[in-house]
């Protein structure tokens, strides 16, 4: 079918040049400050090797596992203080039930709030966030004290509980952080780019401030050639100049962040209370955090286990229809681009005669109508090339998709994601595109699915894609699922 892939689309300047001259604009001939001593990657210098993006998250990992352990001796020595007035015998199992339950739900509260590490905040968002997930708990409690039986007899002792952890988390964590900072898994490499006046006093900055969790460094033009430099940029002063050149940078650089104002510092006039209590606005690339990644595997394996047992039945059935029109094999396997460019081979029920191929391209030399379609969609409306009956009735309840559940399983895809195209298909999307794509799993559905389906053009696809690994986050996963079944029911744009 390669014969009828369009040919490929000339790609633009590449990263390196583009960044490379992003940093030129941005900063001025003979105002860059000295370079500074490069930060040593403790990971990198061990002599393990490893995949970069796992050397980056694994200092994360360790970081947030040590906070977290401070919170939960926080709560260990609320404890221990208030257990001299706490009643005794089987209300005191009570009572150490509940205190654990809500250490857990503050814990879990203080993740959600993005504390584990809670790097690029200043201090006083972190007390606001602790401080409210605190209330959440507290909360919760007087709700529960209100319903259950002698539950009031709890709700002084969980409120003193949670106020006492509240005071002691600032001192663990002081100790924690310093800890990780000995141990130089704190923090992440970051480049500046900015002025002449701005980086020295930046880098400075930084540096005294290590709480932050920036690692800073004078932007050089390995940092747009190397996969394993740092993986933020800060731009420092006016960034209007570099508006044009931020897609680029956010194709480089995991985030790219527009700095605000420090105390000592007027840096663009953005203020710390406008974006958050965080250092300044983060334009990401969609990446997934570590605990994001796991919540999503859990999800895929949580749904795409059961709904094999249930769908497997009815696969058979319709692979028994499959072989009674066209005997030979039921399934079709074919290689798609996957996460990080590595072949997928996806799964899927045959709902064409073995002979497609050449029955495409009889089409195309009879009807050359039906091959401006095709280039347009990589889809035909009037497909010579489906089975009767079962293969239409597969393909527009998209029945014939199920059996990648089996890819899930394995990893190879998410429930949620772009669909995984055929390499003559992703031949018309611009590289850049491309490359965007394989940061993320291809999906079983996706919002090109409920969106528009086989009615979507090459450029309508590569925009709905976009804007999903853009804007991707669980709570639009969770939509575009929900999505998925009554999209599925209208059959609108599948055939």
Not at 23 to 29: E, G, K
Not at 83 to 98: A, D, I, K, Q
Not at 197 to 209: E, G, S, V
Not at 342 to 369: C, G, I, S, W
Request: charged fraction near 20%; hydrophobic fraction near 45%; glycine fraction near 8%.
């Amino acid at each position: 079918m390669s014969s009828f892939a369009p040919s490929a689309i000339t790609s633009g300047p590449s990263k390196t040049s583009a960044t490379n001259d992003m940093a030129s604009r941005a900063i001025p001939a003979g105002s860059v400050p000295p370079i500074a001593a490069r930060t040593i990657d403790p990971l990198g210098q061990s002599g393990l090797n490893m995949p970069i993006a796992l050397r980056r998250r694994l200092p994360r990992v360790a970081t947030s596992s040590f906070l977290v352990a401070g919170d939960i001796a926080s709560y260990l020595v609320a404890y221990f203080v208030l257990l001299p007035v706490l009643p005794s015998g089987s209300e005191s199992t009570v009572v150490e039930r509940t205190f654990t339950l809500a250490a857990l739900a503050a814990i879990v509260l203080y993740a959600s709030a993005g504390l584990y590490p809670g790097y690029r905040l200043h201090d006083h968002e972190h007390l606001r966030r602790r401080t409210i997930a605190a209330v959440k708990v507290a909360v919760l409690v007087a709700f529960g004290a209100i319903i259950l039986p002698e539950g009031e007899r709890l709700l002084l002792a969980i409120i003193g509980f949670l106020s006492l952890g509240l005071v002691v988390q600032p001192f663990m964590h002081w100790f924690a952080r310093g800890l990780c900072w000995k141990l130089g898994i704190w923090g992440e490499r970051a480049v500046l780019i900015g002025g002449r006046n701005l980086i020295p006093t930046l880098m400075a900055h930084f540096k005294d401030h290590w709480q932050y969790g920036i690692r800073p460094e004078p932007f050089s033009p390995e940092d747009a050639s190397s996969d394993g430099g740092p993986s933020i940029a800060l731009i420092a002063g006016d960034a209007g100049s570099l508006v044009p050149d931020l897609a680029a940078m956010r194709g480089k650089f995991a985030e790219v962040i527009l700095l605000s104002d420090t105390p000592s510092l007027k840096v663009s006039g953005l203020r710390p209370a406008d974006v958050g209590g965080e250092i300044g606005i983060r334009l990401t690339t969609g990446g997934s955090s570590v605990n994001t990644d796991l919540v999503r595997r859990i999800l895929d394996l949580a749904i795409a286990v059961p709904a094999a047992i249930v769908v497997a039945p009815f696969i058979a059935i319709a692979a028994a229809a499959i072989y009674a029109i066209d005997p030979g094999p039921v399934f079709f396997r074919h290689a798609r681009e996957g996460l990080s460019g590595k072949p997928v081979h996806v799964l899927k029920l045959r709902t064409m005669y073995r002979d497609a191929e050449q029955r495409l391209e009889a089409l195309f030399r009879e009807n050359p109508a039906m091959r401006a379609e095709w280039l347009a969609h990589f889809k035909l409306k009037d497909d010579p090339r489906v089975l009767p009956v079962i293969g239409h009735l597969l393909r527009t309840s998209s029945f014939d998709e199920l059996p990648q559940l089996a890819n899930i399983i394995a990893g190879e895809m998410a429930i949620v994601g772009p669909r995984p195209f055929p390499e003559y298909h992703l031949l018309a999307m611009d590289g850049e595109f491309r490359n965007k794509r394989r940061s993320v799993t291809p999906g079983l559905t996706g919002l090109w699915q409920i969106s528009e389906r086989s009615n979507a053009d090459i450029e309508l696809q590569q925009q709905l894609d976009e804007f999903y690994i853009d804007n991707r986050s669980l709570w639009f996963d969770c939509q575009i699922l929900l999505s998925t079944i009554p999209a599925v029911f209208k059959r609108r744009g599948a055939y």
